[in-house]
């Protein structure tokens, strides 16, 4: 007869684990489902972002000098070719506000702001930038200053370029897209005699419009860049994180300085030997940890929450002399599993903290409910509910950690493996004839 027991035990056990093991189908499903209204979000954002403006880097201002380049063939003939000298600031700075504001397209939530900077700088003497290159050939009086601004849409305002005492209004559209492909330019009239040694000090404002990012290249052999927001949940992002920064519930405030020695790119060169792309920095205006995000990083504990919530429900089959039936724990696994879809739709339209909440009350009251059904007998209905409430408290403690979170989780599934193995030491594997009744 014990003989008989045991293998009813073995069997059921290993029932149990070949049920938990198909229920990770349907969370499977669900994760899909979660990856689809994340891929729907970011269409959203597209969306937004091609009638508002798009990500914002902001390269320069640079120097552009053409020159004219001769050349023979091989039958001697006498050939021209326009080049251009590209000469980077001696100095840059840049001083600006951002301010975001949260857009809705559908039931989704989307970052877009509006930006005031002040760029300003200095130019040295241009000898530097033009060796080997006759000065005769140099054609200063079609030199202009580009700056590169990744969506032009963004631009709110008209650009006017203070150049030593004199003012340039800027153009749509770069001259050349060796350094830049998309931006704006202001011509120039240099003087030849003065473009060689003299100094240039420049400023300019821009109101600039932009989704999520605002980049800048540190095209100075000194860059400093000095942001301001109201924003509280920056994300600094790109090749150079802030030299100081200062975040709090009421915004951030954060400087950067570059120095030349810090990129792979001189401060002066011909045509398009070198890209700025790799250098650029900023800041990533993020939503805090949106709902699809943890509601993903929620289902990663499902079989956690359906091996947990088996696993009690078999040992109160053991300790109680209960009998539960395979479909039953299958219609329990499908409550633990729904809960995923009720998180996830309820989190759409309700703060996650609330949905959270709604979906875990629904599902433990239901699971309840059933076990008193199925078990008659209160007192392990509620244990039940208790132990839910615990296991779900838990879980939802873990996401809003992101820093411990590991170490938490870590934590946790110590204790509830030793709480476990406590209760489990009662159960007499070898003789399974006498069981103790855990609610005596």
Same mark, same amino acid.
């Given at each position: 007869?014990?003989?008989? +027991?045991?293998? *009813?035990?073995?069997?059921?056990?290993?029932?149990?684990?070949?049920?938990?093991?198909?229920?990770?189908?349907?969370?499977?499903?669900? !994760?899909?489902?979660?990856?689809?209204?994340?891929?729907?979000?970011?269409? /959203?954002?597209?969306?937004?972002?091609?009638?508002?403006?798009?990500?914002?880097?902001? =390269?320069?201002?640079?120097?552009?000098? @053409?020159?004219?380049?001769?050349?023979?063939?091989?039958?001697? *003939?006498?050939?021209?070719?326009?080049?251009?000298?590209?000469?980077?600031?001696?100095?840059?700075?840049? !001083?600006?506000?951002v301010f975001p504001e949260k857009r809705y397209r559908g039931i989704y939530e989307i970052v877009v702001y509006s930006s005031k900077l002040e760029?300003? %700088?200095?130019?040295?003497?241009? #000898?530097?930038?033009? @060796?080997?290159?006759? /000065?005769?050939?140099?054609?200063?009086?079609? +030199?202009?200053?580009?700056?590169?601004? #990744?969506?032009?849409?963004?631009?709110?305002? !008209? $650009?006017?370029?203070?150049?030593?005492k004199e003012k340039y209004s800027f153009n749509s559209g770069v001259e050349t897209s060796d350094v830049i492909e998309s931006g704006i330019n202001a011509a120039l009239k240099l003087n030849k005699n003065d473009s060689l =040694? #003299? =100094?240039?000090?420049?400023?300019?404002?821009? *109101?600039?419009? %932009?989704?999520?990012?605002?980049y800048f290249t540190p095209v100075g052999k000194e860059t400093e860049v000095t942001l301001f927001s109201k924003w509280s949940t920056p994300s600094f992002d790109g090749a150079f994180l802030p030299d100081t920064r200062e975040v709090t519930p009421g915004g951030f405030n954060a400087y950067w300085k570059v120095l030349h020695l810090n990129r792979n790119y001189p401060q002066s060169w011909i045509n398009d030997k070198y890209s700025l792309g790799n250098s650029a920095f900023g800041v990533n205006l993020i939503l805090p940890v949106d709902s699809y995000t943890k509601t993903d990083r929620s289902i990663k504990y499902a079989v956690l929450f359906i091996a947990l919530t088996f696993l009690l429900f078999f040992f109160l089959e053991l300790m109680n002399n209960k009998i539960i039936h395979p479909?039953?724990?299958?219609?329990?696994?499908? /409550?633990?599993?729904?809960f995923y879809i009720l998180l996830l739709s309820i989190s759409e339209h309700l703060n996650y903290t609330i949905a959270y909440l709604? +979906?875990?009350?629904?599902?433990?009251?239901?699971? #309840?409910?059933?076990?008193?059904?199925?078990?008659?007998? @209160?007192?392990?209905?509620?244990? $039940?509910?208790?132990?839910?409430?615990?296991?779900?408290?838990?879980?939802?403690? $873990?996401?809003?950690?992101?820093?411990?979170?590991?170490?938490?989780? =870590?934590?946790?599934?110590?204790?509830?493996?030793a709480v476990v193995m406590w209760y489990s030491r009662k159960i007499d594997w070898t003789g399974l004839g006498q069981l103790p009744k855990l609610m005596e």
């Open positions: 007869m014990k003989e008989k +027991a045991k293998r *009813n035990i073995v069997f059921k056990a290993l029932l149990i684990i070949g049920l938990t093991v198909l229920l990770l189908i349907p969370t499977f499903f669900i !994760n899909t489902l979660v990856q689809e209204r994340m891929s729907r979000q970011k269409e /959203a954002f597209r969306e937004i972002s091609s009638k508002w403006a798009e990500t914002q880097t902001i =390269s320069g201002p640079i120097l552009s000098i @053409p020159y004219m380049e001769y050349f023979k063939d091989s039958i001697g *003939n006498i050939h021209k070719e326009k080049k251009y000298i590209h000469i980077l600031p001696d100095k840059l700075t840049v !001083n600006g506000e760029i300003g %700088g200095i130019f040295s003497g241009l #000898t530097a930038g033009n @060796p080997g290159i006759a /000065a005769e050939n140099i054609l200063f009086d079609q +030199a202009f200053v580009a700056l590169g601004i #990744t969506d032009l849409r963004g631009i709110e305002e !008209n $650009i006017t370029l203070n150049w030593n =040694s #003299t =100094s240039y000090s420049f400023n300019l404002k821009l *109101n600039l419009k %932009g989704s999520q990012y605002i479909l039953q724990y299958i219609l329990v696994g499908f /409550a633990l599993c729904l709604i +979906a875990s009350v629904m599902t433990i009251g239901l699971i #309840t409910w059933y076990s008193n059904s199925i078990l008659h007998y @209160p007192k392990l209905a509620g244990l $039940i509910a208790g132990n839910l409430v615990i296991l779900y408290g838990f879980i939802f403690t $873990i996401i809003q950690l992101e820093d411990y979170a590991l170490l938490m989780g =870590s934590v946790g599934l110590f204790i509830i493996l």
